[in-house]
């Protein structure tokens, strides 16, 4: 059981690159997240994915792009990167509403836009 | 819109207490606790669910008051495991999907 897995854990990208950041869980889960984090700013929800099929805007949306390919899967894109955008991404997920079930998070990526 | 935490940092010798805080200017459905050690994923520790509601897990214990709009986090006879930075984390709304977390507060424990 591994829980909440990420790849890549690290990633070096140029300006106007673009790149994908795959999730993945293996606890059955219904809904799913990714936050970014940056210094000092807490935990930022990007996009979430209350079930299968379904997509939403968090807080801080714009750049991103979010597919829930199926119940396990649930990928971040970064269409075209900017420095704005460095920042240690977060997976998470959850069996049910947020508001009221433990969050299980991964091991992060690390992105450095040059 | 961000819980706000008190304190943002606090050192603490091993065995002594400490108080977080976890307040909202909007009304709290419920609050969720995580720890996060430098480099790692954030962990759960508790959700309290209903004002009035207290809960612990080995020497750590919260507790919700809805009135006040506020939540704490208790740290009893701290240990050097306890280090790292506390986050609560509060719904958008009653039935929201969308946490919204606090800026944290580092807890560093000293021998």
């Known amino acids: 059981n591994a829980g909440v897995t990420?790849?890549?854990?690290?990633?070096?990208?140029?300006?106007g690159q673009s790149m994908t950041l795959q999730c993945a869980q293996d606890m059955n889960h219904n809904s799913m997240y990714w936050y970014r984090q940056d210094p000092g700013m807490g935990l930022r929800l990007i996009y979430y994915s209350a079930s299968e099929g379904t997509t939403d805007k968090g807080e801080v949306p714009n750049g991103?792009?979010?597919?829930?390919?199926?119940?396990?899967?649930?990928?971040?894109?970064?269409?075209?990167?900017?420095?704005s955008q460095t920042s240690v991404y977060f997976c998470a997920s959850s069996a049910g509403t947020g508001s009221q079930?433990?969050?299980?998070?991964?091991?992060?990526?690390?992105?450095l836009v040059l | 819109q961000q819980p706000v935490q008190s304190p943002q940092a606090v050192i603490?010798?091993?065995?002594?207490d400490a108080v977080i805080n976890c307040s909202s200017s909007k009304a709290l459905y419920s609050v969720h606790w995580y720890r996060q050690k430098h480099g790692e994923a954030p962990v759960f520790l508790m959700i309290l669910l209903k004002g009035g509601e207290q809960k612990g897990h080995d020497k750590i214990s919260a507790s919700f008051n809805e009135k006040k709009q506020q939540s704490s986090l208790?740290?009893?006879?701290?240990?050097?495991?306890?280090?790292?930075?506390?986050?609560?984390?509060?719904?958008?709304?009653?039935?929201?999907?969308?946490?919204?977390?606090?800026?944290?507060?580092?807890?560093?424990?000293?021998?």
Do not use: D, H, M, W
């Open chain 1, 64 to 83: 991103y792009n979010v597919s829930r390919l199926n119940k396990r899967e649930f990928s971040l894109r970064l269409e075209s990167a900017a420095p």
């Open chain 1, 101 to 111: 079930e433990t969050q299980y998070f991964g091991p992060g990526t690390r992105l």
């Open chain 2, 12 to 16: 603490l010798r091993e065995g002594e």
């Open chain 1, 6 to 15: 990420q790849t890549p854990k690290f990633q070096v990208l140029k300006t």
């Open chain 2, 74 to 111: 208790y740290l009893t006879a701290s240990q050097l495991s306890y280090s790292g930075t506390y986050f609560c984390g509060t719904p958008f709304g009653a039935g929201s999907y969308q946490l919204t977390f606090g800026k944290g507060t580092k807890l560093s424990v000293i021998p």
